[in-house]
């Protein structure tokens, strides 16, 4: 296992690389002055000078080569270059700054998706075809189906003023950490994850539900809450991992939105503002550094395939 | 239910009950003010947006204020000036300082009871002259100073021969002529030529040096001013937080205990923390839902006439509308600026009733006043010779009109929903113009509109004195706007303006020039702007200008009987 870890690490440096270039010419080929994207018409009130002495400071001058390289020379030597906008701030300040916060909101999001999508999942299952089973599923339909964003303001209107339901949350803010802050966000954030872990949940028990072991286990008179989490859910949560795996990189992206929404600090709402200025060296660590992220959270999923399931073995 | 996932939802459940109540209730009398924006940085020699501004103008000050809503320069670091006249001929500014102004005690920078003196104005007057834009922007906006622009020239050809020279901060061998320190108390101020905003314009934040020094980069970050409030925290794009200074020069002020600037990206957050009360005040409406939240919030609402001018503007550099003065002439008489901004925007704004000056403004009765007028439009265009055949467009016509092309006009994507777009569009099309929309966001926008392909586009100017020469000197004179209008006569008429003591010769002077601008016609003017917000009953004394809401003094505000 340590070897397989080993090497996939080691893949991932041409996978960089690669991402890496792809963003950074992505990123060189938008349209645009950047002067202009920072400072709108005020650029009338600069003399020509002036001008050319911000695209100076702000790099934008030199050959796409020398950018290239540069770019490439600081990511190797972990330097992080400055911010063309926000002056005093390192894609290092951004970075530590926001993606703890993020990383808080996914795993606020990831726990309200386990908690609802599991459950309803072996609910619908165990109760196949009965009203229970329709209900859940429809919910999860309507849950699946209805964007994040729209979610997000509904949720808002109804949870957090007391005009139009009840004001259990506020309608947005970090506050400092609080809990209580994050509740709102993560659920939103995490029953549309539910609504799909629900429905890969019961498709996949309904398919390990007629297995030979199961009957076995049965047979053996164990407990039906034991056959029910060691044998049947165990065995069920393969594809779920799999879906998990791919959709907590759909949480990193999702965030955007709701941390907009909800005015939460993290690493969405400066892609954004980046991307809106211009901000190339921001842009290009923030991708840089999400595309590590999704990377590690690919690898991740696959060590766990082989503690879920002991039948799998890497060499 | 699994136990894995009993556990999950009892610890979830938990965790909600203990976060206690919802919002614990503020007794202080910190202003709860939200921004649509975080300040890209604190620095004040490099920081010229609004984000920035609204919050640095509490922090730091100049010699002298302006102040937003009475038009009048007020004593600040200074507590008086002169204004005379030197054997050259040349402006002298004698500045008295006040004394016992302090800098601000900020956590990180070791200041005991420092006291502001003329060597300070002059070595921040030095720092904003210096050329190196990582130090400074404010350079090119500080040259009628006698000797800046020579001084500032230094750094730019040391720059030009290296550009990763490391060169001082200040040059203490070079003195600026045009800056005299007389005594710790007195600082003078003289211009090459006579400015006479130069009190508005001309005046720095006054840094503390030894902040700067001990802050590093850090002093983008970190505050260090003379202000009515100092800096506290600043957490990115969640808050940044201001106090009361307590040192503060003039008794009595601030009259509340600081102010937290809460960011909010999208105005529908911020609405819902303004009707929980939350929030002290609300700046920006959501889209499409302006009418409903005046409504709700009637006894709330405050509104009072703008200082920005929503126009469109036309390519006057080259292209078939620069040629011809008629179809631009006909093309402003087709804007129905009431049906756009009094019913289909909900009053966002005034309709632009006058020229491209807001009513406040002296001269801002221009001799040509374009009203919505079809039949005058259609006049003009018949007689110029561009003649429709047919039916019009809008009935199922081919009524265009002869010579003229599809009119392709650039909208920026933030204001692409402007109900004005579609009216203009339909009436346009009455008249047998057709029109061609380009819609792109703000990165790339403010390019295209100035090359050849743009032959009309949407924009607004955001003029932050009453004064014509806010709005002349930067999207008329040479050329500066973005339409490109370059006129000789006006320009020379803009230029004497600019140094015309006389007040009522100089208001003349603009008259003449707005007088010729309009009817050349390079822009539609569409609509004045409103400045509107709301503010809990308990605020008391906010009083923003006309140049928007963050003009407020925010350290006159009282709060009292906040729940």
Request: hydrophobic share 45%.
């Amino acid at each position: 296992m340590t070897r397989y870890i080993l090497r996939r690490v080691i893949q991932m440096i041409p996978r960089l690389l690669i991402i890496y270039s792809l963003i950074f010419v992505m990123t060189y080929l938008l349209p645009g002055d950047p002067v202009r994207a920072i400072y709108g018409e005020e650029v009338n009130r600069m003399s020509p000078t002036q001008i050319e002495q911000i695209k100076e400071s702000l790099g934008v001058n030199r050959p796409f080569l020398e950018q290239y390289v540069s770019f490439i020379v600081q990511t190797l030597r972990l330097e992080f270059p400055e911010s063309r906008v926000m002056r005093g701030q390192d894609v290092g300040d951004v970075i530590g700054y926001r993606l703890p916060r993020t990383l808080q909101l996914m795993l606020g999001g990831l726990l309200v998706a386990l908690c609802i999508g599991i459950p309803a999942g072996i609910i619908a299952a165990i109760r196949q075809y009965t009203w229970l089973d329709h209900t859940l599923m429809l919910i999860a339909l309507i849950g699946v189906s209805m964007p994040v964003f729209w979610q997000a303001l509904i949720a808002q209107l109804f949870l957090t003023q007391s005009k139009y339901g009840v004001a259990l949350f506020p309608p947005g803010g970090y506050g400092d950490g609080n809990l209580h802050y994050l509740m709102l966000p993560a659920l939103v954030l995490g029953t549309h994850l539910a609504a799909s872990i629900a429905r890969i949940t019961r498709s996949t028990m309904l398919e390990v539900k007629t297995q030979d072991f199961l009957q076995t286990a049965r047979a053996k008179g164990l407990a039906p809450a034991r056959i029910l989490l060691r044998h049947h859910l165990s065995n069920a949560l393969i594809p779920v991992i799999t879906i998990l795996g791919l959709q907590i990189s759909g949480l990193l992206t999702g965030s955007v939105l709701t941390e907009s929404v909800f005015r939460w600090p993290g690493l969405g709402q400066a892609t954004v503002d980046a991307i809106n200025a211009r901000d190339v060296p921001i842009i290009m660590g923030l991708m840089v550094y999400g595309t590590i992220i999704i990377l590690v959270i690919n690898l991740i999923t696959d060590v766990l395939y082989a503690i879920v399931d002991p039948r799998i073995r890497y060499s | 239910m699994s136990r894995v996932s009993r556990g999950l939802c009892l610890l979830l459940a938990g965790l909600l009950a203990l976060t206690g109540s919802v919002f614990a209730q503020d007794s202080s009398s910190v202003l709860r003010y939200p921004i649509d924006s975080d300040p890209e940085q604190l620095n004040p020699f490099v920081s010229d947006t609004i984000a920035a501004g609204r919050v640095l103008r509490n922090i730091y000050e100049g010699l002298a204020r302006y102040n937003a809503e009475t038009g009048v320069v007020e004593p600040a670091i200074a507590e008086s000036w002169e204004i005379t006249t030197n054997a050259e001929g040349q402006q002298v500014y004698t500045f008295k300082l006040r004394q016992g102004v302090l800098f601000h005690e900020v956590a990180g920078v070791t200041l005991t009871d420092r006291e502001v003196t003329a060597d300070d104005i002059l070595w921040n007057y030095l720092v904003a002259l210096n050329g190196d834009d990582n130090v400074s922007l404010l350079a090119s906006g500080l040259e009628f100073i006698l000797g800046a622009a020579e001084y500032t020239a230094m750094y730019d050809t040391a720059l030009e021969a290296d550009p990763e020279a490391d060169l001082p901060l200040i040059m203490e061998d070079v003195s600026v002529p045009g800056l005299a320190v007389i005594d710790d108390y007195t600082f003078q101020i003289t211009l090459a030529q006579p400015d006479r905003l130069f009190l508005i314009n001309g005046l720095v934040s006054i840094v503390s040096p030894e902040a700067y020094a001990a802050l590093g980069d850090d002093i983008n970050n970190v505050a260090v001013g003379t202000g009515p409030y100092r800096f506290v925290e600043w957490l990115r794009d969640d808050r940044l937080t201001l106090e009361a200074n307590p040192d503060y020069y003039l008794a009595g002020l601030p009259k509340n205990d600081g102010v937290v600037f809460i960011n909010y990206p999208e105005a529908s957050t911020a609405l819902l923390d303004y009707r929980e009360n939350n929030l002290d005040f609300l700046f920006a409406f959501p889209s499409g839902q302006r009418t409903a939240v005046i409504e709700e919030f009637a006894s709330d609402f405050s509104e009072k006439p703008g200082l920005h001018l929503r126009y469109w503007g036309i390519n006057m550099n080259n292209g078939f509308l620069a040629e011809n003065k008629a179809v631009r002439q006909a093309l402003s008489y087709t804007l129905d600026r009431q049906t756009a901004w009094d019913i289909l925007a909900e009053g966002a704004r005034f309709p632009a009733s006058l020229g491209m000056l807001v009513p406040a403004m002296p001269a801002s009765t221009p001799a040509t006043i374009y009203t919505y007028d079809l039949a005058q439009a259609r006049a003009i265009l018949d007689a110029a010779g561009f003649t429709a055949t047919g039916a019009p467009i809008a009935e199922g016509g081919d009524g265009r009109r002869e010579g003229i092309p599809t009119l392709r006009v650039y909208l920026l994507e933030a204001i692409s929903t402007e109900p004005q777009i579609v009216l203009w569009q339909e009436d346009l099309a009455q008249l047998g113009i057709e029109v061609e929309f380009v819609i792109e966001d703000g990165a790339t926008y403010w390019d295209s509109i100035v090359t050849d392909e743009s032959m009309i586009f949407i924009n607004g100017w955001a003029a932050g004195i009453i004064d014509p020469s806010d709005v002349f000197d930067f999207l008329i004179l040479d050329g500066n706007g973005s339409m490109r209008y370059d006129n000789p006569v006006v320009n020379e008429l803009l230029r004497q303006a600019r140094v015309e003591a006389d007040e009522a010769a100089r208001t003349a002077l603009y008259q003449q020039a707005h007088d010729i601008i309009m009817d050349d016609a390079p822009l539609i003017a569409s609509a004045y702007s409103k400045v509107s917000w709301l503010q809990k009953p308990w605020v008391q004394d906010f009083v923003p200008g006309g140049g928007g809401t963050y003009t407020a003094p925010l350290w006159n505000v009282v709060i009292e009987g906040r729940p």
